[in-house]
C-alpha cells in the first residue's frame, strides 16, 4: 500500500503544479450501478494489494483519473464488499478502483463512492 500511495502522492503533486484539484469531500460520480451506492468515509475502505509482478499505479491511468477529476466529470464509484468478520479493521473491502482510491487518498479526499456488492466476495472479480 505504501508504494501505491507514495506514487499516487508524487503524481498528485505533479498534477497540481498545473492544475487547481477541487476541494471537494470525495471525486463526482454516476449515480448507476449494479449494487447499492453510498459515499462512505474514505477510512473504512480496506484496499487490496496487487499481487506481485502487476504494475502498481500507472501514470496515464492516474492522469486521466486527475483530468476527469478537474474538470469534475463523473467517475464510476469503486467497487467493495462489506466484511463480516469480527475481526475486520475496516467496514469494506475494494476490490476494483485501485486508480481512483490511491487518487482519492493522495489528493486528500475524506470520502469515497462506493458500490457495495451485497453478495460478498463469492461475486467478487
Do not use: C
Not at 39 to 64: K, Q, Y
Not at 88 to 117: E, Q
Amino acid at each position: 500500500m505504501h508504494i501505491a500511495l507514495s506514487d499516487a502522492q508524487a503524481l498528485v503533486t505533479a498534477f497540481r503544479r498545473n492544475y487547481d484539484l477541487p476541494a471537494d469531500l470525495a471525486f463526482s460520480h454516476v449515480d448507476q450501478s449494479l449494487f447499492p451506492l453510498a459515499v462512505v468515509p474514505i477510512d473504512e475502505v480496506e484496499p487490496f494489494e496487487r499481487a506481485p509482478g502487476l504494475p502498481g499505479i500507472v501514470a496515464a491511468r492516474a492522469n486521466a483519473i486527475l483530468l476527469e477529476i478537474f474538470e469534475k466529470k463523473p467517475l464510476y464509484p469503486v467497487n467493495v464488499y462489506e466484511q463480516t468478520a469480527s475481526l475486520a479493521a475496516r467496514r469494506f473491502k475494494l476490490y476494483h478502483g485501485f486508480h481512483r482510491y490511491y487518487i482519492s487518498l493522495a489528493i486528500g479526499f475524506s470520502h469515497i463512492p462506493v458500490a457495495i456488492n451485497p453478495t460478498g466476495t463469492e461475486n467478487a472479480l
